[in-house]
Every structure is written in structure tokens, then in C-alpha cells.
């Protein structure tokens, strides 16, 4: 049941991605945008450069404001991400705790802890 309902929940979760992929990419780009901006904002001389590099930078800004919906989608990745990993995780099976096995060195060492209580 515990893996039925992650795979549900993984299902969940890459709707969600898949349907912010758009937005994810969009803020991306203006983020590199905002970069390649304040770089050349950086190295302009003149004063009239610098207020045409801010009013870009401000009307990027806008365009990044505007996908902020992109973090739900990396929310949504990273909760994929830990569904994968919980989902392929595998539990030691091959090792079996027996209490009441025939084995004479495993009831000896039950049986001198219990001496030593």
C-alpha cells in the first residue's frame, strides 16, 4: 500500500512539474538576463547606458516576477526526487532475525544474555 500511495504521489508530483516546465524555463532565462544586464550596467561609462540598463533590468525583473510559479515546479521536482529515492531504497531482506531458531550459537548468545541481566 506504502508504495502504491508514493507512485500515486510521484504521478501528483509530475503533473505538477510538467505543468510548470514552462514557467521554470522562463525564469531561468531572466535570471540569466538579469545577469548579462547587471554585467554590462557594470562596465557602461556613461550615465545614459546606465539608466537604459536599469530600465531593461527592471522590465526583466517584471518578466521573473511575473514566473514565480516556477518555484512550485522545483518543489514539485524535489518531491520526485525524494519519492525516487524512497521508492528504490531496499530494505536488508537477506538477513532473517529468527528467535526461535535451531541454530546452538545463536540460542547460546540469547541464552548469555540472558545470564548476564
Do not use: H
Not at 535570471?31 to 554585467?39: A, C, D, G, N
Not at 547606458?49 to 514539485?76: D, E, F, H, R, T
Amino acid at each position: 500500500m506504502k508504495k502504491f500511495l508514493l507512485f500515486i504521489a510521484g504521478l501528483v508530483a509530475l503533473g505538477v512539474l510538467l505543468t510548470n516546465l514552462g514557467p521554470m524555463v522562463l525564469l531561468g532565462v531572466s535570471v540569466w538576463l538579469l545577469y548579462v544586464v547587471f554585467k554590462q550596467f557594470m562596465k557602461s561609462d556613461s550615465t545614459a547606458g546606465k539608466i537604459g540598463w536599469v530600465a531593461l533590468g527592471l522590465i526583466i525583473l517584471s518578466v521573473a516576477v511575473s514566473n514565480i510559479y516556477a518555484v512550485i515546479g522545483l518543489v514539485a521536482a524535489y518531491a520526485l526526487y525524494v519519492i525516487y529515492k524512497k521508492m528504490t531504497t531496499r530494505k536488508d531482506e537477506s538477513v532473517v532475525k529468527s528467535n526461535s531458531s535451531d541454530d546452538p550459537f545463536t540460542n547460546f548468545e540469547r541464552q548469555w544474555a540472558e545470564l548476564n541481566k
